[in-house]
């Protein structure tokens, strides 16, 4: 009698770091030859429990070093709980259970929640890593993604047609402590659009389509420099994890260098204890130099493997690119090239880094940056503005949006000069730039015109230190004029509209005499004016219409 097993196959795809190149992981599906043994595991969890053990020997018997994916149904676990079956079949293959993750799948309709999480919290006591797999094309709840609290959440591809979605993704995920990663891709649109919106990790057949033996190389196409925005703390470290290679605190020094020797794209291992914590680092090129000298083997190969290593440099996977130099900064010269371990909450190793990715990136991102800042004032232009505008609307962050500039600027440069008129802008840029604390950002867009993004409460302060000034070029006074906007959430669908609401509020102020200020609300007619005086009847321009009631996304 032929059993399930006798026709099934197994396929890996990768998971793919799209910044670094790099293949975070293999997601194992089952291929049967016949039949629809997935329909069957969906109402056995019994079968799909013997699914996913399977996934993880046919992994073992490809001797594959890479982190590994495993699918389980959701009402699989909330029927059979911790799945100890799972737990053994990883520790007899020889691997660790926080290399494993468990992609949960739908349907959760009808799924039993507190079992559900009750199983999810034992397999994270055992180790296991746990990601939330089909969100956006299943029928997972918000609260229950909120409460799994995933380490990665999978989103379908198809939703990189709807963006705002996808970043209100990266920005619960970045809440959450999870990755994000988008899944079937297939084109290099879809994979720009994924970088754009925050994913930072992706599968599908642009990079490498499953196949019966691991793939060794996959296909990521070249960034374009819009993918290269990152914010002025640093891009994070979780855009540059690497799979790690580990083995146990107790490994032999001959067993490290089977492992080497045996993977040439490993440039190091980490020595872990029973908890995953990393005890010592093993770099590749002393190591195996130490192994070749003259009696290196005799003298090491039955050895532990530790007495070859050094204290390992580890940062937490919320650290920044930039906090990762400063750990690989302190110590010996020697050092600068190894790996660097990054830990969760718990100190379990979750991958490495490489200096070369972190390097590569942060020099990419400042020649970015450089090449959007103003020469006059050295400030970023409007792109970097309106993408942090679109980043809040996203986020769901009530903000301020102003737009000042220096009024009859033309009057100035012919009356003092350009030189003067030039001084007079850096000037402005200098005090907006002081004045903008916490989280606002200022932009200078061209000619005498600034942008400023703050959070509503930061505006008055803002506002005060530029506006109460006495400014003059060539000895002739000058006056400014700024028009903000308030945005509450839901009341602008981009910056787009946030811009629209700006311009009838601009003419608003360069209708008042003296330094000028007027405040406008996103969806609500009419303004305030906070500071100007208005002209009298014989000096004053027809009226401009005012306020900004926010279209419909797609609308006028």
């Not at 204290?311 to 900064?329: F, H, M, Q, S």
Request: charged share 20%; aromatic share 4%; with cysteine.
């Amino acid at each position: 009698m032929h059993s399930w097993t006798d026709t099934l196959r197994f396929a890996f795809q990768p998971v793919v770091n799209p910044t670094t190149g790099a293949v975070a992981g293999l997601e194992i599906l089952a291929r049967p030859e016949t039949g629809d043994i997935l329909a069957e595991a969906r109402r056995d969890p019994g079968l799909d429990c013997r699914l996913a053990v399977s996934a993880v020997r046919a992994a073992v018997r490809k001797e594959t070093l890479l982190p590994l994916f495993v699918n389980v149904f959701a009402g699989t676990l909330a029927d059979l709980g911790g799945l100890p079956s799972l737990h053994d079949a990883v520790r007899e293959s020889g691997r660790l259970p926080w290399e494993v993750t468990v992609d949960v799948c739908p349907p959760y309709t009808h799924v039993p929640q507190p079992a559900l999480l009750e199983a999810v919290a034992v397999l994270r006591r055992q180790g296991f890593r746990i990601c939330a797999d089909g969100v956006g094309d299943g029928d997972v709840p918000l609260r229950l993604l909120s409460d799994l609290a995933p380490d990665l959440v999978k989103l379908d591809a198809s939703l990189l047609a709807r963006p705002a979605v996808v970043r209100s993704m990266r920005t619960l995920c970045d809440e959450l402590g999870a990755l994000l990663a988008v899944e079937g891709v297939e084109t290099e649109g879809q994979c720009a659009a994924a970088l754009a919106a925050g994913a930072q990790l992706a599968q599908g057949e642009l990079f490498a389509p499953p196949a019966r033996l691991p793939a060794a190389d996959v296909y990521v196409p070249p960034r374009s420099p819009a993918d290269l925005s990152v914010p002025r703390s640093g891009p994070s470290v979780r855009e540059f994890v690497r799979p790690a290679a580990l083995l146990p605190a107790t490994a032999s020094a001959g067993q490290v260098r089977a492992l080497l020797t045996g993977s040439p794209d490993v440039s190091g291992v980490l020595l872990v204890d029973s908890a995953g914590v990393p005890v010592r680092s093993v770099h590749r090129s002393r190591f195996l130099l130490s192994m070749s000298g003259r009696y290196g083997h005799a003298l090491y190969a039955d050895r532990p493997a530790a007495k070859l290593g050094d204290a390992p440099r580890t940062v937490g996977v919320d650290a920044t690119a930039w906090e990762v130099l400063d750990v690989v900064a302190v110590g010996g010269r020697d050092r600068t090239s190894d790996d660097v371990a990054v830990v969760d909450e718990y100190g379990r190793c979750v991958g490495v880094v490489r200096l070369a990715d972190l390097v590569r990136a942060l020099a990419e991102t400042r020649v970015e940056e450089a090449a959007g800042l103003n020469p006059l004032t050295r400030l970023p232009g409007s792109d970097a503005i309106t993408g942090e505008v679109d980043r809040r609307i996203a986020a769901g962050r009530p903000f301020a949006l102003g737009w000042l500039d220096i009024d009859h600027f033309k009057q100035v440069n012919d009356g003092a000069g350009f030189a003067a008129g030039d001084e007079l802008i850096r000037a402005v840029g200098r005090a907006l730039q002081q004045a903008a604390t916490g989280s606002a950002r200022v932009g200078h867009i061209g000619g005498d015109d600034f942008l400023v993004l703050a959070d509503p409460e930061g505006l008055d302060p803002l506002a005060a230190a530029v506006l109460d000034t006495p400014w003059s070029a060539g000895g002739l006074p000058v006056t400014l004029s700024l028009a903000t906007v308030l945005c509450a959430p839901g009341s602008v669908a981009d910056h787009r509209q946030a811009a629209a609401c700006l311009a009838p509020l601009k003419k608003a102020a360069k209708a008042l005499r003296g330094a000028s200020w007027v405040l406008g609300r996103a969806g609500v007619p009419g303004h305030e004016t906070l500071r100007g005086v208005t002209p009298t009847p014989a000096q004053s321009p027809a009226p401009a219409p005012t306020g900004c009631v926010a279209a419909e996304p797609g609308g006028r």
